[in-house]
């Protein structure tokens, strides 16, 4: 088949619950010329059956004989794409349907760009949206790659976003040295930094993208990690020449990253409050079902 001009992968590991909707959301792109590479982590639920049951041409299934650690998975998923121009979408993340048509006409158009995000949701388990129009503040529009560091920095969490939400290139992923093992619950934060030292960054003010926020989601299970991470890449970015991180910028961190623990905390805790009420309301609809 012809290379197309972007490859949207999906890593999989048992993610039956809402990997139907994931695919769906990327087959319902306006942006045609792409292909969606599944990449099915030796899973033990049915993820694989629910793969095969679509019959697009632009789908390509791929199996691992015996189950990867998620960033090896997700290099994997990056190495079998075809396409200049990479999207990873995790298997309970969805895309608006036109995520694409403003993402790659910008990259085509502008060799300088390295990174390309919009703003996105955050839903719960039904889909519903918990935090609307999330991320990017400061961040809009062009931006260097010293403006985003500092930006990042002050913030003290990711004012960039998740995968879903951003656009790369393939030629910088692997020069930058893919996902890494050692930032397993920042890897996209990080990745997304090393990724601007190869080119600028464009922030898109629209919604393009939905986050989900789980029970049983890694971020939701791991926010210590998260925020002992997220400290040790403000110090890196602190000492990079690259970036040029000023002393100020750090103190501001330092301070602020506790507040971002606390935002994250917040988005955790209300989806958790969202299924306690779907789970509750189910058993009342059964309850009420049996008494019939």
Request: hydrophobic share 40%; aromatic share 6%.
């Amino acid at each position: 088949m012809p290379q197309p001009s972007v490859s949207v992968c999906i890593p999989v590991y048992n993610g039956e619950r809402f990997l139907a909707e994931t695919i769906r959301s990327v087959l319902d792109q306006t942006y045609r010329d792409f292909e969606l590479v599944l990449l099915e982590n030796a899973s033990t639920d049915a993820s694989f059956d629910i793969m095969r049951s679509f019959s697009d041409p632009r789908i390509r299934i791929e199996r691992n004989p015996s189950t990867l650690s998620q960033p090896d998975n997700w290099n994997r998923a990056v190495e079998l794409c075809r396409a200049p121009l990479i999207k990873l979408v995790c298997a309970d993340d969805l895309l608006h349907p036109r995520c694409l048509e403003f993402q790659v006409g910008p990259m085509e158009a502008d060799p300088g760009l390295a990174v390309v995000a919009a703003r996105r949701h955050m839903i719960d388990e039904q889909s519903r949206v918990i935090v609307p129009r999330r991320g990017l503040a400061g961040l809009l529009g062009v931006r260097t790659s010293v403006e985003v560091a500092r930006r990042v920095v002050r913030n003290g969490a990711n004012p960039i976003g998740e995968p879903g939400n951003v656009l790369f290139r393939r030629e910088h992923f692997f020069a930058a040295g893919g996902w890494r093992e050692d930032r397993r619950f920042i890897m996209d934060l990080d990745l997304w930094m090393r990724l601007l030292q190869y080119g600028e960054f464009l922030g898109l003010p629209e919604t393009l993208a939905a986050f989900r926020i789980g029970r049983g989601s890694v971020s939701a299970e791991n926010e210590q990690e998260i925020y002992d991470e997220q400290r040790l890449l403000i110090e890196e970015l602190g000492e990079s020449a690259h970036f040029q991180v000023r002393g100020l910028d750090l103190q501001v961190g330092r301070l602020l990253a506790p507040a971002g623990r606390a935002r994250r905390q917040a988005l955790f805790a209300i989806s958790k409050l969202s299924a306690r009420r779907d789970d509750r309301k189910q058993s009342e609809s059964m309850a009420a079902g049996a008494s019939d």
